[in-house]
């Protein structure tokens, strides 16, 4: 048990425990308030994309983070399996955006040039190639591609599961069912408001994604947070049905090895609406068997639906009242940017609070 100063965090989802496990190995005496299960919200409905290739095209500071954690992944994975001695299915595989028309060929075409200038690499795929390396994709119609080597993925309810057991190594409480009702930050303290009573220390950092905003804060409020929902559909394939990750338009296809293909996804403004849609479940279903024809024949063994953490924007670091820094607002990008998060806030908390 470490006896550095306190940290509250509150979210136990890939970010709040990424960052718990950076503060823990500075020293820092962290407990994690989850108001479910620890990863059980976004953590767990996300596919796992860790591809700035399919979401970003021009050049900002979300730009330069998912870069930046995109870089860091492969360390962050191996230093994760080695401490927890837990295997994550991680793939460095690339990603395939197939078009269909001269239009989508153009809007390809056009993206890949932006991201050139961002640093995103791509290449042109010829289409008479795509049945060699990609043979359950549709060709009939096929006009063209670009094929992004730098995406990849992970199983992210592997990641939350290696994350709990470090975190534990080192001495982080993580609280379940205990979701935290306010913040008060006296200046030298913060006192939260939990399910289960009053609790203090020295900072802390809210990561609790969708529902961040909902947390009262003072003497400064925070920015407000909405559920972004998400469909996804999975099908149990045999493995190196999906090589890559193949993307159209806005549906992604990919295949973890455990040989779950997941196809997402839906972006709907609904609220916390944990109903799962037959109606948009089949349309995932449709466009999947759009690019993958054998899929129209084929039964999905899972759907489900998550919250995207919605914000006016990415939240990240020291908030305007000085014990309170904030790590949410990550959208469609959570997994890939938790070690970049991670990384920074446990150094601007260190910086700040003064241990290691
Ligand atoms: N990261 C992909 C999605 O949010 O659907």
Redesign the pocket.
């Known amino acids: 048990m470490s006896a550095g100063a306190s940290i509250a965090i509150v979210g136990g989802g890939i970010i709040g425990l990424s960052t718990a496990w950076r503060l823990a190995q500075r020293g820092f005496a962290v407990t994690v308030f989850e108001q479910s299960t620890m990863g059980g919200e976004a953590s767990w409905a996300?596919?796992g994309?860790l591809a700035p290739g399919g979401?970003m095209d021009e050049a900002s500071e979300l730009t330069t983070l998912a870069i930046e954690s995109r870089r860091l992944y492969p360390a962050y994975v191996r230093e994760l399996v080695a401490s927890s001695g837990l295997s994550i299915d991680f793939q460095e595989m690339g990603a395939v955006d197939l078009a269909y028309s001269a239009e989508e060929m153009s809007t390809l075409e056009d993206r890949a040039a932006r991201q050139a200038g961002i640093g995103i690499e791509s290449k042109a795929v010829d289409p008479k190639r795509v049945a060699v390396f990609w043979p359950r994709v549709r060709t009939e119609g096929l006009v063209g591609g670009r094929f992004y080597p730098g995406d990849g993925l992970v199983n992210p309810r592997e990641v939350v599961v290696a994350l709990c057991a470090v975190c534990k190594k080192l001495g982080v409480r993580l609280v379940q069912n205990c979701g935290v009702r306010s913040v008060a930050d006296s200046g030298g303290s913060v006192k939260l408001v939990t399910a289960h009573g009053t609790e203090t220390a020295r900072c802390v950092m809210i990561a609790a994604g969708a529902w961040s905003g909902s947390i009262v804060v003072s003497p400064v409020g925070i920015p407000a947070s909405a559920p972004v929902k998400?469909h996804l559909v999975g099908y149990q394939q045999p493995s190196q049905t999906c090589n890559t990750i193949v993307r159209h338009g806005h549906t992604?296809l990919m295949q973890r090895n455990s040989g779950l293909l997941i196809v997402?996804?839906s972006v709907e403004h609904v609220g916390f609406d944990r109903r799962v849609d037959a109606g948009v479940a089949s349309q995932l279903s449709e466009a999947a068997g759009f690019v993958m024809p054998h899929l129209l024949e084929t039964t999905p063994t899972e759907m489900w639906v998550g919250f995207?953490p919605g914000s006016d924007g990415l939240h990240l670091g020291r908030w305007e009242s000085g014990n309170v820094y904030l790590a949410y607002g990550h959208y469609?990008?959570g997994i890939l940017l938790a070690p970049v998060t991670a990384d920074r806030v446990a150094a601007e908390i260190s910086l700040d609070v003064g241990v290691r």
């Open positions: 996300g596919a994309m979401e998400g992604y997402g996804a995207r469609r990008n």
